[in-house]
């Protein structure tokens, strides 16, 4: 195997036909579907809809590619990942702008962001080792705590950040030495396929295959004996099937799911300055993120003050076109999802709720818009606090006692993650310990740290991404041990 990454590479035709990634071709499909923009519901492009022997070639790839991949060193695997990282940030502006043509987030901020996170995490996270570890040695004796990629790793995306989960699902499998077939949402898949491209001009035939289609493809993705891993984020319903259908070959599974994460601010909580960090928690890319803060509890002592205020905050942001520089948050992604969140509002509506802003959705409008929408103090047992709501709605609760919020938060088949809110900060670290959840952020709105492993518990995951027990969770461990004498 070729061990010199492409030293040179010319920029991507954004305007080119899309094709698939397949051995280190770009190759089309028999057949294509179009791909809408959610600010218009209209088609503005075209993309392969792969076959189920599409989707077998780009295994048998990766299955070929792989001893070859495996048997690099960390370092020259390393090289190979900051020559795509360095071919990504030359086309970083393309694909901020396509990134909010097709999932509809705004250009000027949630796509320059999530652009600008996922580039640079890949050297940071290709730089990682999982060295050997000796877990005893004498002077007879030593035993180590080897570690050996596992092999074909088959990776299923979701479409609210269709770029940065190209990246995070991709690149830790391929450093620790694995071969990936990667199957984005047929809802976004033009991101991924754009970084096929400079896959196929920087990494070795195989190494990275991108396959794009229906639903229909990640059953024969799960179920093929030739691939040794799935990672998935996506809902729980699908994480299930996943996890079912991944058993009958015994393959290693990751999967990180939904989430109805409660935000707490305690009674000494700086609620004034915790606002706008509050409603970016959890109205950031209109809702559509797993760990969005979907249920927000306050001390009744300041409730009524903190709602007009987060009212009044929210009638400052602006929901619109994510190509309209004057837009703060963007459309839902599909009209499956702007569907379920309508149905919501219609429950919301016919229980007499009180809603204080939003409620109601402008059909006159293009695009599958959704009006930020306040629901203040809605029994603990109603749809919009017990279901994960993925949109621009949020249920802000009163509470009088922290046992009892607490309760509340750890009340759901849910545990991806949670916010606290609170000026003690040891009242605050305690309130986060008793949360059932794989993710607490205190004090601050969600964020990901290079090294911090990201999971859930209960339904809404199994096992981490990320840190090194995320690229611990794509290896085999292996125990030697070594007789000296």
């Not at 809902?235 to 939904?258: C, F, N, P, Y």
């Not at 803060?293 to 409730?303: D, N």
Request: proline share 7%.
């Amino acid at each position: 195997m070729d061990v010199s990454p492409v030293a040179t590479r010319e920029r991507l035709d954004f305007d080119a036909p899309y094709g698939m990634l397949i051995d280190g071709e770009i190759v089309p499909a028999a057949t294509t579907f179009e791909v809408l923009n959610p600010a218009t519901n209209k088609p503005f492009a075209d993309a392969p809809s792969g076959s189920e022997a599409d989707m077998n070639r780009a295994i048998s790839a990766a299955k070929r590619a792989f001893p070859g991949w495996a048997s690099l060193s960390a370092a020259e695997r390393e090289a190979y990942m900051v020559a795509l990282y360095d071919a990504l940030e030359a086309n970083r502006e393309e694909f901020i702008t396509l990134l909010s043509l097709e999932q509809g987030k705004p250009r000027h901020n949630q796509a320059t962001f999530e652009v600008n996170l996922a580039n640079p995490w890949i050297p940071k996270t290709a730089a990682s080792r999982l060295e050997t570890t000796i877990l005893e040695e004498d002077d007879e004796r030593r035993v180590e705590l080897r570690r050996s990629p596992l092999g074909v790793v088959g990776a299923i995306i979701p479409w609210n950040y269709p770029y940065l989960h190209v990246l995070w699902k991709s690149v830790p499998a391929m450093i620790t030495g694995n071969t990936v077939v990667l199957k984005p949402s047929p809802y976004t898949p033009l991101c991924a396929l754009r970084i096929g491209e400079i896959a196929a001009q920087v990494l070795p035939p195989g190494v990275l295959n991108i396959v794009t289609g229906g639903n229909e493809l990640g059953p024969v993705l799960t179920e093929s004996p030739d691939v040794d891993m799935i990672t998935f984020t996506g809902s729980t319903a699908t994480g299930s099937k996943i996890m079912a259908s991944a058993a009958g070959t015994i393959k290693r599974v990751t999967l990180e799911m939904g989430g109805n994460d409660p935000a707490i601010l305690l009674p000494d909580a700086d609620w004034k300055a915790a606002v706008p960090k509050v409603f970016a928690a959890s109205l950031g890319n209109s809702g559509q993120w797993c760990i969005a803060a979907k249920r927000i509890y306050v001390h009744r002592s300041f409730h009524d003050d903190f709602v007009a205020a987060f009212v009044d905050y929210a009638k400052t942001q602006v929901v619109g076109d994510g190509m309209d520089p004057a837009s703060d948050l963007g459309p839902i992604n599909n009209r499956m999802q702007y569907e379920k969140i309508r149905e919501l509002l219609e429950d919301t509506k016919a229980n007499g709720y009180r809603v204080p802003l939003g409620g109601s959705v402008d059909d006159s409008r293009d695009g599958n818009f959704v009006p930020i929408t306040v629901v203040d103090n809605p029994p603990e047992n109603s749809r919009i606090v017990q279901e994960e709501q993925f949109g621009p709605i949020v249920p802000i609760i009163a509470y009088d006692d922290v046992d009892d919020a607490i309760a509340r938060a750890n009340a759901s088949v849910f545990g991806l993650g949670a916010t606290v809110w609170g000026g003690d900060l040891d009242r605050a670290l305690d309130v986060a310990d008793r949360i059932d959840s794989g993710n607490v952020w205190v004090n601050e709105g969600q964020s990901h740290p290079l090294n911090a492993p990201f999971g859930g518990h209960k339904q809404s995951g199994l096992s981490v991404e990320h840190g090194d027990e995320g690229l611990a969770s794509h290896t085999n461990n292996k125990t030697v041990v070594v007789r000296k004498k």
